[in-house]
């Protein structure tokens, strides 16, 4: 239309017949889109007619005013009309405005039930139009109605409509995929524990009526595990596992599963329960069977199986520590400890201490707490091997032993600790108590004491055993109390103890030793792990606090408490304290804490970071550099590599020592095939180290660093996330104090509590590995093969320089052959000596020939991996079953860690992983016979010769 005609129309607006208005609005309607800047000129005039209550079409006129205002971007004021338009307000209608006006609406509408729901109080509540929430409904309707089920639950967790959820996931089709879909926005994007634990709980009550597959119980147990809901777990676990066979491998499985989760607290409350179940029932193999759970629990059957693994499977190449050692200075105690370290994550949990007793004299040479370093790795190496525990440490535990003295037992019970680590052992803990009432005087002793008691202890909430290192603490010792403070915070950890955090918070400001508050800082921490909006209170009290050490805890605290949540608000307050505050421990345990938050989404962290790492600050740089070492540990991930790498030029040293170690972390298990960087990094570790003008700080970095490329006898791997989606709390807890080396090197060796072990372990109802089971990776086997070995460059002889030969010494020589032509037969049987000798060397170098000429074979496009061997991340997209198999995983869409196996063919004759057959083995010994001897010509001339 002209413009002539929109001015007409609103002429046509003042018009006192009510039938003039409503036509001129209607009209106005079809064009307001093209001629809203000459429409808004007679605004007024449309919001009057929208007041007047006699007018018959004051809902179009709303909708006229909603759209001028639209137009001029005034969008609250568009919303408002728009919703007192009533049903004119079309929300089916495909318009830019409609559009933009329903996300305005349920932006509005999702803010305020967040305030509402976060309101500690009935006042601070605020009343949602209805109208909005008609809107809103009418929404849901809509993609309810046109199948866009995905889009319902987003909108409905962010506006916290559980009966909009639970109606999405129940409408149409592909109920497993909502509900997986479903789950994983809870944890990772909802930051309300509350409203989380609501929809878990929905999430149950779903699942509960559809327990018709074994995969509803894995989802149904990973919703416990989140819920922390010990009984529900017991008794699911009890029910599956008397119900009959079948149902028994699923028990056997989210047993597994749960040990995996490495939530001590948790498992051992499934325990109790299950224990007080079997005491209940009659059937004495139903008892038995309830027992083997437990121990499953408990960990005793992984650690044997990923000890068979890592020990079996050890590919750790031993001229790598060697060549470190012959490297570096022998004065320089640091660069001797950084080497012990290097081998002991090399060979954690691998049982081999090989390069320990071959070089005991040089080890010998060490003292103090060089010494206490070198026996806690023992600790490091036999990781879960707690059957002989005692045996290994024996010598350094007894004071009558010549090997003992205060150093290295005292590093002695430190490795103690770290062997069963999260794995409570009543035995051991009495150790540790009879001991530190005999030994514990001597401050070295008592600090690998209480790291012990730490250790296994953890997350158990003993309060016999916190008070007595609560009591060693007070003691005012920075040795022994620096150990206790971290104890007694392994020992609390999670549990939120209201009474605990008020002992340590005070005597934080009563002490003057910064060991002990640095240590009773990380302890609070501890012990807020997981509480999310519970740990706010005492975040905001420690990082107000006027001692830096202890806002250096409060960034650890938040780090913990929202481990994993990816929660906006503590990473905004994360991003606040890593560059505002005044102290550059502060800023920097800021930054990375980053990376224990975003936990779960790792392929976030490197773009959070990415302006952080080029900080002029460079603690705050140091810090970007451990976050993304955390978060994206094993994953290769392009982005955090392209952030990393250049800070290995940074112009300070610690930098330098930061980017190396997390570089290594992120290319842990990661191939040359996966990522080309690969290879010329390594090469410039070894630059480093060997560099006698680099700094130490870096040439530690770079030796610490090639232990933990080359980790658990490089088939283990840093995985913060556990297979039933809940943070492996062990690894979060190693990582933590890992990082504190920075202050006390002998906490490198807890990295190995986060080591995890990446293995095909295919079990059956047995607990044992078929030989049979494999899967099928779709890419050359080079792709993820090891390492190749390093081959020591041999230093070459210098080649004799031939001496010139005088012409008198030619003839000489020549007439001395011309006597021995004219001598007996010993002439002629010589040169046929001679002849075969040269045809014989003719002949060799005729087959070397021929091996060049062979053609190489091209390498296969696939490969078979065989029960019980490695399987790399990045492998995982490329795996199938096996066809040819006769056992079937009942966890899907993994092949990685333990696996319990369905036999599809019962009562078959079956062979196991690292079984020999003693048949086959008499029938080599009785093929094997003796060789003809090879061809020779006699001589008895020179038989004769011989004395």
Known sequence: MS???????????????VRFRVHALKKI?????????????????????????????????????????????????????????????DINEKSAYVERLISKCIDDYTSKRVRNAEAKSEEEREAIDPKLEEIVNR??????????????????????????????????????????????????????????????????????ERLSASTYYFDLSRCYVSLNNAAELANLLSTLQLESSDSALVALQLAFDLFDSENQQLTSQVCIQLKARELAESDPEKKKEITRLVEVITGKYTHELYMQFLSKNNKTDSLIVTDIKESIPQTVSALQEACIWCNGIMNACTTDDSFLKNNLDWISKTSNWAKFSCCSTLG????????????????????????????SGGGAFYALGLIHANQYNAEVMNTFFSNMTSLGKNDVICHGICLGYGLVGMATGDEAVYSELKTTMFEDSAVRGQAAALAAGLIMLGTGNQDVISDLLTYAHETQHEKIIREISLSLAFIMYGKEEAADELFEKMASDKDAIIRYGAMYLLGMAYV????????????????????????????????????????????????????????????????LGICCSGSANTEALNILVPLLGDNNDFVRQ?????????????????????????????????????????????????????????????????????????????????????????????????????????????????????????????MFAYP??????????????????????????????????????????????????????????????????????????????????????????????????RYIPLAKDTFTGILVLQ?????????????????????????????????????????????
């Not at 413009?3 to 017949?17: H, M, N, S």
């Not at 920097?588 to 790792?602: K, W």
Request: glycine share 6%.
């Open 658 to 782: 930061g980017a190396i170690i997390a570089i290594a972390l992120v290319l842990m298990q990661v191939t040359t095939g996966v990522e080309p960087q690969v290879a010329d990094l390594k090469k410039h570790y070894d630059q480093i180290y060997k560099d006698k003008h680099e700094d130490i700080l870096c040439r530690f970095g770079a030796i610490v660093a090639k232990g933990i490329l080359e980790a658990g006898g490089r088939n283990c791997l840093i995985q913060l996330i556990s297979r039933l989606g809940s943070p492996r709390i062990t690894t979060v807890v190693g990582l933590v104090v890992f990082n504190q080396f920075w202050y006390w090197f002998p906490y490198i060796n807890f990295l190995s509590l986060a080591l995890t072990p990446t293995a095909l372990l295919g079990i059956n109802a047995d607990i044992k590995m078929p030989a049979s089971f494999s899967v099928i990776s779709n890419m050359k086997p080079s």
């Open 903 to 947: 036999d599809t063919e019962p009562g078959k004759p079956e062979s196991y992983v690292g079984e020999v057959k003693k048949e086959s083995v008499k029938k080599e010994e009785k093929d094997v016979e003796m060789r003809p001897p090879e061809e020779f010509i006699y001589d008895p001339v020179a038989q004769e010769d011989k004395p």
């Open 29 to 89: 309607q079809l064009i307001i889109d093209e001629h809203w800047a000459e429409i808004a000129d007679a605004l007024m005039d449309i919001e009057e007619l929208y007041e007047d209550q006699g007018f018959p079409e004051r809902e179009l006129a709303a909708l006229i005013a909603s759209k001028v205002y639209y137009h001029m971007e005034q969008y609250d004021e568009a919303l408002r009309l728009a919703l007192e338009s009533g049903s004119k307000f």
């Open 380 to 407: 490091s190496i036999h990781k879960g091997n707690t059957a002989n525990a005692m045996v290994i440490l024996e010598p350094y535990l007894n004071p009558s032993h010549a090997n003992s003295n205060p150093y």
């Open 788 to 885: 190749a070995p390093i081959v020591r460059e041999t230093m070459k002889k210098p080649e004799k320089i031939q001496s010139a030969i005088l012409s008198i010494t030619r003839r000489a020589e020549a007439n001395a052959r011309k006597r021995e032509e004219t001598k007996g037969a010993t002439g002629p049987a010589k040169k046929e000596v001679k002849k075969e000798e040269e045809k014989k060397e003719e002949k060799k170098e005729d087959a070397k020939d021929a091996k060049k000429e062979e053609p190489e074979q091209p390498e296969p496009d696939t490969e078979t991996i065989e029960n019980g061997r490695r399987i790399l991340p990045q492998q995982k997209k490329y795996l199938r079953l096996n066809p040819e198999s």
């Open 139 to 208: 929404m849901f309707e809509r993609c309810l109605r046109d199948g866009e089920y995905y889009q319902t639950i987003g909108i409905a967790l962010e506006a916290r409509r559980t009966d909009m959820i639970e109606q999405a996931i129940r409408s149409g089709e592909y109920i497993d995929e909502k509900l997986n879909y479903t789950y994983s926005l809870a944890e990772k994007s909802i930051s309300s524990k509350e409203f989380r634990t609501e929809v878990l709980e929905l999430l149950v009550r779903i699942l509960k």
């Open 564 to 627: 994993g949540t990816g929660n906006k608000i503590a990473i905004r307050k994360l991003l606040h304290y890593g560059v505002s505050d005044v102290d550059n421990d502060v800023r920097r345990s800021a930054v990375t804490n980053l990376g224990f938050v975003m936990a779960r989404n790792p392929e976030k962290l490197p773009r959070m970071v990415a302006q952080l790492a080029d900080s002029y600050n460079p603690f705050v740089r140091y810090g970007a550099a451990m976050a």
């Open 3 to 17: 413009i002539t005609a929109a001015v007409g129309l609103l002429q046509g607006l003042k018009e006192t017949d």
